[in-house]
């Protein structure tokens, strides 16, 4: 009976929908309803193309000693990940402070005050992690957050400043979805995933074609193309574009094979690998993984070159031993970290990957920071250091611009864009994505990431 009840009820309210559209159609004449425009051939959003905006209540901050800035990741500067990324924004932060007690602003200026990074973090960001950085935004007032350290927490940040409105800065994430959320607070410094996947995927294609021609002159059978995919949601977030990017082109990996990250042993992959005897291995994995696949693919595929191929006039045949197998690694940017280089070893010798920083040496920004960092850390700084020293130089030059007010900081974020920072340009989209494209590819050569 409550099924009959329910269905009938429907059927009556379909019934009155008719009606009233059927009377909205005669209130206009025949000839106007024959001309009607066409309705537009897509009907989605596209929210990159339309430009964010907050448009509710905002006040500023008064009676400040000083201007607090939040910062949502790890603190130790003894982490080989994340260690990096706390130096290099306190080392933007101490610029700064040098830099306006030089410039003799009238007391009552906002702009005398001094900056300061208030932190918080968890092992565990999903648990006690969130916690703590909401009970920071809402007691310590930060006019501003930076973070975090990889694009799952940042997510996490990012639902909680949707709630509290203030803006947040993220260094070095490329998950695209990050920004895709529709929180107008949202900012990415660095490139996207798919910026990413198109310089990659072009190199992929480009290093297999020679070797292509040939294998169907002989055999008939092209290249095996080899997918080694971590699991974690950076590398899940990447190989999403990757694959995509892939599929535009006409040409899917021909093997994959999941990695779970931090995993004890790869024998199993490994020895799947091995048996499909690829000639191009693609790896999309953190920088620890990676250095750990890579060490893995050298020993058991033998043949995997250590070096990039001499110059030849037959480029198929270069850095090829008679009759021995040569196989090619790839990588996505996570492999241009400090950390993968340092754990990769000679193994990482002419692995390939996308690079997001070469250092420009025109530049007295990125020269004096390259220097201070290289001389306190003991190597030269990765993207992600860079990355997130440009994230807290924007927001201070932001600050300074807008005064202590979050949604005027917000709106000077979208305002400064195109911001030449020292890793490059950044141009924000509508929805806060940098749009920067001009990537280029790079491979190690004595240990030194080269373009």
């Avoid at 607070?185 to 990659?200: E, H, K, Q, Y």
């Avoid at 990482?348 to 990125?366: Q, S, Y």
Wanted: proline residues 9%; aromatic residues 6%.
């Amino acid at each position: 009976m409550q099924a009959e009840c329910r269905r009938s009820g429907l059927l009556r309210l379909a019934a009155r929908l008719a009606v009233g559209l059927s009377a909205i159609g005669c209130l206009l004449p025949a000839a106007e309803i024959n001309h009607l425009p066409p309705s537009p051939a897509t009907p989605f959003l596209r929210l990159r193309e339309a430009t964010l905006g907050y448009h509710g209540p905002s006040a500023d901050f008064a009676n400040l000693t000083e201007i607090r800035l939040g910062w949502f990741g790890p603190t130790n500067l003894d982490d080989p990940l994340t260690g990096d990324l706390w130096w290099a924004a306190n080392f933007a932060m101490q610029e700064a402070n040098a830099e306006t007690s030089n410039l003799g602003f009238p007391t009552s200026d906002f702009r005398r005050l001094p900056f300061r990074l208030i932190p918080r973090w968890a092992v565990d960001p999903w648990g006690t992690g969130v916690s703590q950085l909401t009970r920071m935004v809402y007691d310590e007032q930060p006019l501003a957050l930076i973070g975090s350290v990889d694009s799952a927490s940042t997510h996490l940040a990012e639902q909680v400043v949707a709630k509290a409105q203030l803006p947040l800065v993220s260094p070095i994430t490329t998950d695209k979805t990050v920004t895709l959320a529709g929180v107008s607070w949202m900012f990415s410094c660095a490139p996207s995933d798919t910026a990413i996947a198109r310089v990659l995927v072009e190199a992929v294609l480009a290093a297999s074609d020679p070797q292509c021609e040939i294998a169907n002159l002989k055999s008939g059978i092209r290249p095996r193309l080899a997918l080694l995919a971590g699991t974690d949601h950076e590398s899940r977030m990447t190989m999403r574009e990757v694959l995509k990017e892939f599929s535009r082109r006409g040409r899917l990996p021909d093997f994959r094979f999941d990695v779970p990250p931090g995993a004890p042993t790869l024998a199993q992959q490994m020895a799947a690998l091995a048996a499909v005897h690829p000639d191009t291995v693609l790896i999309i994995a953190g920088a620890e993984d990676s250095a750990r696949l890579v060490r893995g693919v050298r020993e058991c595929l033998p043949g995997a070159p250590a070096s990039l191929p001499a110059p030849s006039n037959k480029p198929h045949l270069a850095g090829k031993d008679a009759g021995a197998p040569s196989c090619l690694i790839f990588g996505t940017h996570s492999m241009s970290r400090a950390r993968f280089l340092d754990l990769a070893g000679p193994a990482a010798e002419g692995v390939r990957f996308p690079l997001l920083f070469d250092p420009d040496a025109a530049e007295p920004a990125a020269t004096r920071f390259v220097e201070q960092f290289t001389q306190a850390r003991g190597h030269p700084p990765d993207y992600a250091a860079t990355l997130t020293c440009d994230a807290t130089r924007l927001l201070i030059a932001a600050i300074h611009r807008a005064g202590p007010n979050r949604a005027r900081i917000r709106e000077a974020l979208a305002q400064l864009s195109p911001w030449p920072g020292a890793a490059g340009p950044m141009a924000f989209d509508g929805t806060g994505q940098n749009t920067r494209t001009n990537l280029c590819m790079a491979s190690v050569r004595n240990g030194t990431a080269v373009p």
